[in-house]
């Protein structure tokens, strides 16, 4: 997701209290940030955060950090996060570096209407390829639990098939998520605005064994 330049956008970020600006010093000790050693819920993509700051705001035992790549979405996140919201920090960067800022240390990972990168050739950039889900495995703790919603029904399935066949089951799924049983549903912005124009939302939650941790 893009947005046009902010202004004052490198002062900001700059003052953010939230933002780590240097998030590789931190791999394998973001209980450090945090002074504590609660379960570590990730958000890759998380837009202007309507997300991940209300997750964090319902759940002051998990610890929660929202991942943007561009610098004018991630401000926008940065002016609605709370002074006082101390399970809460942001990162501004590429998805692709993500094996290279945790280790071993996630318990969740949110995927929230990623770009679909329709074309065939971009197939790898999909948060859900088996490009990332290959990275994912070094960031968990234990299990993989990686919980997906998009509008993008091709998106849906592409991940389903990936998911699938790389070892993931499937523990809850809906393919119309606002008009099924789930409760106390957090939105994102793309969310609250694709419920209002009557579009389905698919949902899904998987988990994988990490043979890799359970190794180690």
């Known amino acids: 997701m893009r947005l046009r330049n902010v202004k004052n956008k490198q002062e900001i970020m700059d003052q953010a209290m939230c933002l780590i600006t240097e998030p590789k010093e931190y791999k394998g000790k973001w209980s450090t940030i945090f002074g504590n050693n609660n379960p570590l819920h990730i958000e890759i993509g998380m837009g202007k955060g309507d997300f991940i700051i209300e997750m964090a705001r319902n759940n002051p035992q998990i610890n929660f950090i929202g991942i943007e790549k561009y610098d004018s979405v991630i401000v926008r996140a940065i002016e609605k996060v709370p002074l006082d919201l101390d399970n809460l920090r942001l990162i501004r960067m590429d998805a692709k570096e993500i094996d290279e800022v945790f280790d071993k240390e996630i318990?969740?990972?949110?995927?929230?209407?990623?770009?679909?990168?329709?074309?065939?050739?971009?197939?790898?950039?999909?948060?859900?390829?088996?490009?990332?889900?290959?990275?994912?495995?070094?960031?968990?703790?234990?299990?993989?639990?990686?919980?997906?919603?998009?509008?993008?029904?091709?998106?849906?399935?592409?991940?389903?098939?990936?998911?699938?066949?790389?070892?993931?089951?499937?523990?809850?799924?809906?393919?119309?998520?606002?008009?099924?049983?789930?409760?106390?549903?957090?939105?994102?912005?793309?969310e609250k605005k694709f419920v209002g124009l009557g579009k389905n939302i698919?949902?899904?939650?998987?988990?994988?064994?990490?043979?890799?941790?359970?190794?180690?």
């Open 202 to 216: 698919y949902y899904v939650e998987v988990k994988r064994t990490n043979i890799a941790s359970k190794k180690c």
């Open 107 to 190: 318990d969740c990972i949110y995927l929230n209407f990623s770009d679909p990168w329709p074309k065939k050739r971009h197939h790898r950039r999909r948060l859900t390829s088996h490009y990332f889900l290959e990275k994912y495995d070094k960031l968990f703790k234990s299990d993989n639990l990686i919980i997906q919603k998009t509008d993008n029904q091709d998106l849906f399935e592409y991940s389903i098939i990936s998911f699938s066949t790389y070892g993931y089951t499937i523990e809850n799924i809906s393919l119309d998520l606002h008009n099924s049983s789930f409760e106390d549903i957090v939105m994102t912005e793309y």
